[in-house]
């Protein structure tokens, strides 16, 4: 019984951390009909800020208590900023042309990290975290990490955020209606692709929450972090509907039980093997992933 409680709190944790991955790249994709190849790079700006504030670079930011926190808002902060960047310089230019800008996200994907690894090295870093978060606690009798914890409800916290963005708010209703007849939404007035670099920066803020936070659940950054988790965050898109947050949300808990549970009951590694598995087979069922509709 404790195995179980470990292995689905664990996945849970994982598929909290696809999520916040996840639901920037289906926001982006779904709304914004563009396919983002540089959003692991996001992640990685995220974690690699974190970890470098919390290391006592940053003044007033540490590894504990406040301290930590302001550390995660200034990773954070600093995600979304390229995130707004990378809109304007690389993805706006190029919004007549899906080829090139493919080949563009796909070149800063592949740079970031090169970067990263130019200044701080290849190796991996121990990321600095509060003690309390390192610990554990008990729950029917499986003795599971408090950090996980910390995932799922930052996970909870960004679904209903973006829920309530899009459904709730003039800004969220522009940028619907912008994808759905541009034109006419430029005619009112309404500058379309603010909206758009809206839309880029909360998906930036998510990606980077999640670096900030998967540091947590791995204990250190790399440079590819960003890269191995995209690949994943992709797979979650497709799986939960390409442009759904609520699909996404879904298919991140499916994957991340799936591929715990497969890692511990075959075979480490296999993990991964089951979530393309899954994923083949619910394409031949349902082209249009589990919701095949927009957040």
């Known amino acids: 019984m404790s195995t179980l409680v470990l292995l689905t709190m664990t996945g849970l944790g994982l598929g909290a951390l696809y999520f916040l991955v996840a639901s920037g790249l289906s926001l982006i994709f779904g709304l914004m009909d563009v396919l983002n190849f540089a959003h692991g790079a996001l992640l990685s700006i995220g974690a690699y800020g974190t970890w470098w504030a919390a290391s006592g670079n940053l003044p007033g930011a540490g590894p504990g208590g406040a301290g930590?926190?302001?550390?995660?808002?200034?990773g954070t902060a600093v995600g979304t900023a390229a995130a707004v960047l990378l809109e304007?310089?690389?993805?706006?230019p190029l919004y007549t042309r899906p080829r090139e800008q493919v080949l563009a996200t796909v070149g800063v994907g592949l740079a970031v990290p090169a970067?990263?690894?130019?200044i701080w090295g290849s190796d991996a870093h121990t990321f600095p975290g509060p003690e309390?978060?390192?610990g554990t606690f008990g729950l029917l009798g499986a003795q599971v990490p408090v950090n996980r914890l910390v995932l799922v409800g930052a996970a909870v916290v960004v679904l209903v955020a973006l829920r309530l963005f899009l459904g709730r708010t003039r800004h969220g209703l522009v940028v619907r209606a912008g994808v759905e007849?541009?034109?006419?939404v430029t005619a009112l007035g309404i500058d379309v692709r603010k909206a758009f670099t809206l839309v880029f920066a909360i998906g930036g803020c998510a990606a980077a929450l999640g670096g900030a936070l998967g540091g947590l659940y791995f204990g250190s950054?790399?440079?590819h972090q960003g890269t191995s988790l995209l690949i994943f965050a992709f797979v979650v898109v497709v799986t939960g509907g390409m442009g759904s947050v609520t699909g996404a949300a879904v298919a991140s808990v499916v994957i991340g039980l799936v591929q715990q549970f497969a890692n511990y009951y075959t075979a480490a590694g296999l993990g991964d093997l089951a979530v393309v598995v899954l994923l083949a087979v619910l394409l031949l069922i349902r082209p249009r992933g589990l919701t095949g509709r927009l957040a």
Do not use: E, T
């Open 115 to 118: 970067l990263l690894s130019g």
């Open 88 to 92: 304007l310089a690389v993805v706006r």
């Open 68 to 74: 930590f926190v302001l550390a995660v808002l200034f």
């Open 132 to 134: 309390a978060l390192g």
């Open 221 to 223: 950054v790399d440079p």
């Open 181 to 184: 007849d541009r034109a006419m």
